[in-house]
């Protein structure tokens, strides 16, 4: 057995409408290994999923009382964190690594005095300290990383640990948590929100196969979307791509964009500019095809078709479907 | 209105960035202000001519990190405030916010700053957290990711995208602002630009110089800036071994044929 802590381990637990998210059902499996005390959880709703909380091993869940506030406003959030940082009185706080997550994961450093290291790909303990694992310049080098006073804060990444239930786990038990907003935090009125349509495709952060189309596609997305719903995948794109309007800016992968690390990337038309192989440098398997065969991102291919786009793909598909029957 | 926007001078994304024995980041070989900070000047510097006010550019950083304030004088900030000392070296993401909250706070003793605003990352260790940690240490809003950015009076509305969903909010200033890339397409400097850029103030303070917010740092009794005062530490750092070579085959009428094999084979569940 690992060596692990032995206080409670806070996970910040994020919910997609009313169900427990992807993400955060892999930290919180993550916490499990990373203490023989308590796991508990923080939701940022009113209505927890209690059900799935158990089951991913959370004994508690903390629900403090956002008075009205928008969770999706950070110092809101943080500050209804830190409230059940206080009555749960953890040994370190765990959330997922999103952009909201990493404002969050930043207040809380502010607040606890204390350190955060966001984009996690591993955390273990060594010496009764948790080490973190991170690739850091654009996925060009590995590093480990510890905090090194106060609560210690780590954002993990999407994907990078495998979800997995407990046998015969009850619901978390819910603890209400009242909560002082600062005027920071009630200063900030959320206008209006607006969800994007998924297409009934899995989230592009969470997608085990994940199908990009650039430049190269030249406006037509429908012979990546086929390839991506062929391979029960997600579509994303580069930032050409969503500039021109091809696609909705969500899609974008990279720098600024979103960050994945599916089991299988295969790019269409995409050159490989550092900023966008930023976001997918930790793909497992990568799949390129692209008539210019100087491009870039060919360094990083398992398989690299040098080609025109419009004449390989429907030829993939048309056998995909066949093998497939 | 009065704003300082804070710009940040990094490694060149396409030289070869390193670390050193202590973790850190390898800076003044091929160094240039942060590409997401060009984001941010522009944004203050239209911000001040719609609402006839200033920009002040602020910087924490070594010596050369003078050119990114210079870059962003040239881009129309009206001066510039380099806070450049040894002992910040080695900060973490908490210490820079706590050294530019300092900062901040001593540009607002000749009058009140109405707005801070930053790049949404820089290109070194993008993690994001910056702008939400300067918000903490100021104690002041933030509306932080705008992919768009609206002034009426004294209120600022902001459009940011957070994972699928687009999200409208306000808040009256003083606040802080970061933007994202989308937010605006940022000027070339003209010639004349960069020659009135020379002409521009140039203000270097060095820590002694600031009254260092104590949140946090003091209940532990150690410095608030700097390696010993970070709250985090790289234990070890290697370069990553480059990706196996793959297959590369070139089209010549079968190539999708082989692709679908490939995809069979290596596709998920
Ligand atoms: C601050 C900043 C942030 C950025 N952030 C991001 C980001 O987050 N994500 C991102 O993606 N980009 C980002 N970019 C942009 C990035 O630098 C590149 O411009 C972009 O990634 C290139 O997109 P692309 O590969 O689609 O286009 P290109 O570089 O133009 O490449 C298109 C490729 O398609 C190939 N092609 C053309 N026709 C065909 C065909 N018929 N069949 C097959 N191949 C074909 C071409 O040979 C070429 O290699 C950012 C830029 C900046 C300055």
Same mark, same amino acid.
């Given at each position: 057995m690992?060596e ?14 009313s ?19 308590? %796991? =508990?959880?923080?939701a +940022?709703? #009113?209505?927890? !999923? $209690?059900?799935a909380?158990?089951?991913? /091993? ?32 953890p ?6 690594s999103?952009f909201?997550?990493?404002e969050?994961?930043a207040?809380?450093a502010?607040?606890?005095g204390?350190?955060?290291i ?13 080490? %973190? =694992?991170?690739?850091? +310049?654009? #996925?060009?080098? !590995? $590093? ?5 006073? /106060?609560?210690p804060?780590v954002?993990v990444?999407?994907?990078?640990v495998?979800?997995a239930?407990?046998p ?15 005027q ?12 994007h ?15 990009v189309?650039?430049?190269g596609?030249a406006?037509d997305?429908?012979?990546?979307e086929?390839?991506a719903? +062929?391979?029960g ?5 580069t ?8 696609i909705?800016h969500?899609a ?6 979103v960050?994945?690390?599916p ?35 060919f360094?990083m ?8 786009a419009?004449?390989v ?5 048309a056998?995909l ?5 | ?7 940040k ?5 396409q ?16 160094d240039?202000?942060?590409?997401l900070?060009?984001n941010?000047?522009?944004?203050a510097?239209?911000l001040a ?6 920009v002040?550019a ?12 210079r870059?962003a004088?040239?881009?129309g ?6 806070v ?7 900060s973490?993401?908490?210490?820079t ?5 300092a900062?901040?706070?001593?540009i ?5 700053v ?12 993008l993690?994001?957290m910056l ?5 903490a240490?100021l ?12 002034v ?9 995208t957070?994972?699928?969903?687009d999200?409208?909010?306000a808040?009256?200033?003083p606040?802080?602002?970061s933007v ?7 000027r070339?400097?003209s010639?004349?630009a ?11 303070w060095d ?20 390696a010993?005062?970070?709250g ?19 089209d010549?009428g ?9 995809l ?6």
């Open positions: 690992a692990q802590l032995s206080g409670t381990v806070l996970v910040v637990a994020d919910h997609a409408g169900a427990l998210s992807g993400p955060s059902t892999e930290v919180l499996t993550l916490a499990r290994s990373l203490t023989a005390g308590p %796991v =508990a959880a923080v +940022l709703t #009113g209505e927890p !999923d $209690t059900a909380l158990g089951r991913f /091993g959370a004994g508690t869940v903390y629900v403090p009382d956002l008075d009205g506030l928008s969770p999706t406003v950070a110092a809101v959030a943080a500050e209804a964190v830190l409230a059940a940082v206080a009555q749960a009185r040994e370190a706080v765990l959330l997922v999103s909201a997550g990493k969050i994961a207040r809380l502010v607040a606890l204390s350190g955060a966001v984009d996690a790909t591993g955390v273990s303990v060594a010496d009764g300290t948790l080490v %973190v =694992a991170k690739t850091v +310049l654009q #996925g060009t080098w !590995d $590093t480990t990383c510890v905090v090194t006073r /106060g609560v804060v954002a990444k999407p994907t990078a495998t979800a239930e407990l015969d786990a009850g619901p978390a038990e819910p603890v209400a948590v009242p909560v002082e907003f600062s920071a935090a009630r200063a900030v009125r959320v206008v209006s929100r607006t969800e349509p998924g297409g009934g495709r899995a989230p592009l952060s969470e997608a085990k196969v994940v199908v189309g650039g430049r596609v406006g997305f429908s012979l990546v086929e390839l719903d +062929l391979l995948g997600a579509v994303g794109a930032r050409v791509a969503t500039d021109e309007g091809w909705d969500a974008q992968i990279g720098q600024t964009g960050t994945i690390s089991r299988l990337y295969v790019g269409v038309g995409v050159s490989g500019a550092i900023h966008h192989t930023a976001g997918m440098q930790s793909a497992e398997t990568v799949v390129v095809v692209n008539n210019d065969a100087d491009a870039p991102i360094e291919a398992d398989l690299g078709v040098v080609g025109d419009t004449e793909l429907p030829q993939a598909i056998e479907r066949r093998r497939r029957g | 209105m009065r704003i300082v926007v804070c710009v001078h990094v490694p060149d994304l030289s070869e960035r390193s670390l050193d024995d202590a973790g850190h980041l390898v800076r003044g070989e091929d240039v202000l942060n590409e900070d060009e941010a000047v522009e944004a510097v239209t001519e719609e609402t006839g006010g200033e002040v602020l910087t924490a950083g070594p010596e050369d990190a003078v050119d990114a304030l870059r004088l040239q881009m900030a009206d001066a510039a405030v380099h450049t000392d040894e002992r910040v070296a080695g973490d993401v908490v210490g916010a706590r050294v530019l909250a900062a901040v706070r001593k607002g003793e000749d009058a009140p109405d707005l801070v605003v930053t790049g949404m990352a820089s290109m070194d260790g993690t994001a702008p939400s940690a300067l918000a240490s104690e002041l809003p933030q509306l932080t990711l705008a992919s768009e950015v609206t009426a009076g004294r209120e600022l509305t902001v459009t940011r957070i994972g699928d969903a999200e409208v909010q808040a009256e200033l606040l802080v602002l994202t890339d989308q937010a605006n397409e940022p070339y400097p010639f004349p960069i020659r009135a850029a020379k002409g521009k103030p140039v203000t270097t820590l002694d110089d600031l009254t260092l917010a104590t949140a946090g740092a003091e209940a532990d009794g150690g410095p608030e800036v700097g010993s005062g970070a985090t530490a790289v234990v070890t750092a290697a370069p990553r071994p480059p990706r196996a070579a793959g297959r590369i085959i070139t010549s079968d190539a999708g044929t082989e692709l679908a094999e490939f069979l084979a290596n596709a998920p569940g």
